[in-house]
């Protein structure tokens, strides 16, 4: 697989783009926030408790407290789907104001707070200390049992030349396959010394308190993504190279060749095409090469894609039309969910197939096509509706969610009422006001040419127009039903559902 990692960087945010086979895979952004809080480690303070749902909230420095669960406390000892019965209470292993060293798992998202674990994780380019789980284990993407011994006995190798507590487990990541045990040591080297100085400052530092953070994104994702496949890192910004350059030399000499300035008129992303990919991954329609399309609809609960054969009619039959619709859908979804960063539960609703085997092929294309996402995902199988369930972890916020806000005139809806609509909800709104005898708060010289007692409408030029054109009776029919002149007036400021009803008491001069 070919890959290359374009790094944008402007006075305002830093943008990098992860290319695979001359395809965007991942978008990630820095902008005048932090990029991601996950992995950050902070000298929390339980704040408070919940028996009913076993879990804390701990206030770690943040505008909201993080989430900390029972099964997050030292080690995880119970599952969701499995509730271990010797599971010990939440209330005996945290109390009110006790402080603790918690690491974020995954970012505030919405108005969720941080989830939060007290299992620390310690990443470097080949391994992860973890100081509270003495286990060793090997990345489950290094597939080969001779090599995978060969991890396991030179980590417990290293660990023991540079003197390292054998309480402190490690993991070894999928970047350590076939590499020198001397890379191992001096990664275990790197990670110790980095220990140390968490320990230190969380013994020093009250409650609540930044420890420990994360690299910067530029230096973040060349530990994290960078791989055998890299071909090159491209940088348009002279210090950010510099520093990238620097800290590949020290942590990834083999790649140092590869870390390239890029100085040339036209802008990174637009020379890869970048910026409208981006713009595309916020549409939810996404076109299929042989007519097709998805539509992704994310939600706060979750993500639903619906399949269409949309322009595609085939050339057989209908079943060869939608099983080719839905291979073609099966081998497309994996990268928009991992360029969008679309995580917790997704379902997909194929189109409908009659051949079993046509849905075990579909299903086998989107279990292939998820192989090369390193975030972990679950499928089941595809259901008696077509649908199938995907659960895909989540550590910071989508695409979509970092980029776009609700829109303030459909509140996130998606939709809004039509001027019809709006017309009859003004006109039950007047009928209202005489029944309660509601007095309506209005400057009383809103229009210059209203007499005392007229009703005033203010509203969008779409709802006005409407309404002295196709609602005229009905305006004349309220007006005779309520005793008042009714006037309108345009407010541009106003969206297509919002409007007042001013009563106009009296006219100034």
Same mark, same amino acid.
């Given at each position: 697989?070919?890959?290359?990692?374009?790094?944008? #960087?402007?006075?305002?945010?830093?943008?990098?783009?992860?290319?695979?086979?001359?395809?965007?895979?991942?978008?990630h952004l820095q902008r005048s926030g932090p990029y991601s809080l996950t992995g950050n480690i902070y000298k929390g303070r339980v704040e408070r408790i919940l028996p009913g749902m076993q879990a804390a909230f701990v206030n770690i420095g943040l505008g909201r407290p993080g989430f900390l669960h029972a099964r997050d406390i030292d080690a995880p000892k119970i599952s969701v789907a499995e509730p271990d019965p010797e599971q010990p209470d939440i209330r005996d292993l945290v109390?009110?104001?006790?402080?603790?060293? #918690?690491?974020?798992?995954?970012?505030?998202?919405?108005?969720?707070?941080?989830?939060?674990?007290?299992?620390?994780?310690?990443?470097?380019?080949?391994?992860?200390?973890?100081?509270?789980?003495?286990?060793?284990?090997?990345?489950?993407?290094?597939?080969?049992?001779?090599?995978?011994?060969?991890?396991?006995?030179?980590?417990?190798?290293?660990?023991?030349?540079?003197?390292?507590?054998?309480?402190?487990?490690?993991?070894?990541? =999928?970047?350590?396959?076939?590499?020198?045990?001397?890379?191992?040591?001096?990664?275990?080297?790197?990670?110790?010394?980095?220990?140390?100085?968490?320990?230190? *400052?969380?013994?020093?530092?009250?409650?609540?308190?930044?420890?420990?953070?994360?690299?910067?994104?530029?230096?973040?994702?060349?530990?994290?993504?960078?791989?055998?496949?890299?071909?090159?890192?491209?940088?348009?910004?002279?210090?950010?190279?510099?520093? %990238?350059?620097?800290?590949?030399?020290?942590?990834?000499?083999?790649?140092?060749?590869?870390?390239?300035?890029?100085?040339?008129?036209?802008?990174?992303?637009?020379?890869?095409?970048?910026?409208?990919?981006?713009?595309?991954?916020?549409?939810?329609?996404?076109?299929?090469?042989?007519?097709?399309?998805?539509?992704?609809?994310? =939600?706060?609960?979750?993500?639903?894609?619906?399949?269409?054969?949309?322009?595609?009619?085939?050339? *057989?039959?209908?079943?060869? =039309?939608?099983?080719?619709?839905?291979?073609?859908?099966?081998? %497309?979804?994996?990268?928009?969910?991992?360029?969008?960063?679309?995580?917790?539960?997704? %379902?997909?609703?194929?189109?409908?197939?009659?051949?079993?085997?046509? *849905?075990?092929?579909?299903?086998?294309?989107?279990?292939?096509?998820?192989?090369?996402?390193?975030?972990?995902?679950?499928?089941?199988?595809?259901?008696?509706?077509?649908?199938?369930?995907?659960?895909?972890?989540?550590?910071?916020?989508?695409?979509?969610?970092?980029?776009?806000?609700?829109?303030?005139?459909?509140?996130?809806?998606?939709? %809004?009422?039509?001027?019809?609509?709006?017309?009859?909800?003004?006109?039950?709104?007047?009928?209202?006001?005489?029944?309660?005898?509601?007095?309506?708060?209005?400057?009383?010289?809103?229009?210059?040419?209203?007499?005392?007692?007229?009703?005033?409408?203010?509203?969008?030029?779409?709802?006005?127009?409407?309404?002295?054109?196709?609602?005229?009776?009905?305006?004349?029919?309220?007006?005779?039903?309520?005793?008042?002149?009714?006037?309108?007036?345009?407010?541009?400021?106003?969206?297509?559902?919002?409007?007042?009803?001013?009563?106009?008491?009296?006219?100034?001069?």
């Amino acid at each position: 697989m070919h890959e290359e990692l374009l790094i944008n #960087v402007s006075p305002f945010e830093t943008r990098v783009a992860l290319i695979q086979n001359h395809a965007l895979a991942e978008v990630h952004l820095q902008r005048s926030g932090p990029y991601s809080l996950t992995g950050n480690i902070y000298k929390g303070r339980v704040e408070r408790i919940l028996p009913g749902m076993q879990a804390a909230f701990v206030n770690i420095g943040l505008g909201r407290p993080g989430f900390l669960h029972a099964r997050d406390i030292d080690a995880p000892k119970i599952s969701v789907a499995e509730p271990d019965p010797e599971q010990p209470d939440i209330r005996d292993l945290v109390h009110e104001g006790q402080s603790l060293l #918690v690491q974020v798992a995954k970012d505030p998202i919405a108005t969720k707070g941080a989830r939060l674990t007290t299992n620390i994780a310690l990443a470097s380019r080949y391994l992860v200390l973890m100081p509270t789980n003495a286990h060793i284990g090997i990345s489950q993407r290094i597939e080969d049992p001779v090599e995978r011994e060969r991890l396991r006995v030179a980590t417990e190798a290293a660990r023991a030349a540079a003197g390292s507590d054998t309480s402190r487990g490690m993991i070894v990541r =999928t970047a350590a396959d076939g590499v020198a045990d001397a890379l191992l040591e001096a990664d275990v080297r790197l990670l110790e010394r980095v220990w140390q100085r968490v320990d230190e *400052r969380q013994r020093e530092l009250p409650a609540p308190a930044l420890v420990y953070q994360e690299l910067p994104l530029h230096t973040r994702v060349i530990r994290d993504l960078a791989g055998p496949d890299l071909q090159a890192v491209k940088i348009d910004e002279r210090s950010t190279y510099e520093r %990238v350059r620097n800290f590949v030399g020290e942590f990834a000499p083999e790649f140092v060749d590869r870390v390239l300035f890029y100085d040339d008129p036209v802008a990174l992303f637009d020379r890869y095409g970048i910026e409208d990919e981006i713009e595309r991954a916020l549409s939810s329609k996404v076109a299929l090469r042989c007519g097709g399309h998805l539509v992704i609809e994310q =939600t706060e609960a979750m993500t639903t894609v619906d399949v269409n054969t949309g322009a595609y009619v085939g050339a *057989r039959n209908l079943e060869d =039309t939608v099983f080719r619709t839905n291979l073609e859908a099966a081998a %497309v979804l994996p990268r928009q969910l991992r360029l969008r960063n679309l995580g917790g539960i997704i %379902v997909v609703d194929f189109i409908d197939m009659e051949d079993e085997d046509h *849905r075990r092929q579909v299903l086998r294309a989107l279990e292939k096509a998820c192989e090369s996402d390193p975030a972990r995902i679950r499928i089941s199988g595809i259901s008696e509706l077509g649908l199938v369930q995907i659960s895909r972890k989540r550590t910071r916020e989508s695409l979509r969610q970092q980029v776009c806000e609700r829109c303030p005139t459909c509140d996130g809806h998606g939709v %809004v009422k039509t001027a019809e609509t709006v017309c009859l909800e003004i006109f039950r709104a007047m009928l209202r006001s005489v029944r309660q005898g509601a007095a309506y708060r209005g400057d009383p010289a809103a229009n210059g040419s209203a007499t005392v007692g007229d009703m005033l409408v203010q509203a969008s030029q779409s709802v006005v127009d409407r309404l002295l054109d196709e609602e005229r009776d009905n305006v004349g029919c309220v007006a005779q039903q309520i005793g008042r002149t009714i006037r309108f007036q345009v407010e541009p400021s106003y969206g297509p559902e919002q409007f007042d009803l001013v009563l106009v008491q009296s006219v100034t001069r």
